[in-house]
């Protein structure tokens, strides 16, 4: 299995709007994962976001519906820079 983080960067001027679009992404995405997804900040900058997915059986259909989801939240113009994703496995 692959399990995906995403990370980035929200101003805090945008945090609760943009934690209302993540929490929805979230949900969206909760059927492409085993455990629900969640979504953290960093302990010594807050302002830095990870989102956690787990157990992605099927990695093209789970980055394929991100896009789409994150294209649909218009999350992109309540961050600053770009989202990176990244992706590890158990060796």
């Known amino acids: 299995m692959r399990h995906a983080y995403v990370y980035y960067c929200v101003a805090p001027a945008h945090a609760g709007a943009a934690a209302?679009?993540?929490d929805a992404l979230l949900r969206a995405?909760?059927?492409h994962c085993?455990?629900?997804?969640?979504r953290l900040v960093r302990c010594d900058d807050t302002s830095t976001w990870m989102e956690?997915?787990?157990d992605i059986a099927d990695w093209p259909a789970f980055a394929a519906a991100l896009r789409?989801?994150?294209a649909?939240?218009?999350?992109?113009a309540l961050i600053d820079g770009d989202r990176h994703l990244e992706c590890f496995a158990a060796p």
């Open 34 to 38: 085993g455990p629900p997804p969640r």
């Open 29 to 31: 995405m909760a059927p």
């Open 20 to 22: 209302a679009q993540v």
């Open 52 to 54: 956690i997915y787990e």
């Open 72 to 76: 649909q939240t218009g999350l992109a």
């Open 68 to 70: 789409a989801a994150e």
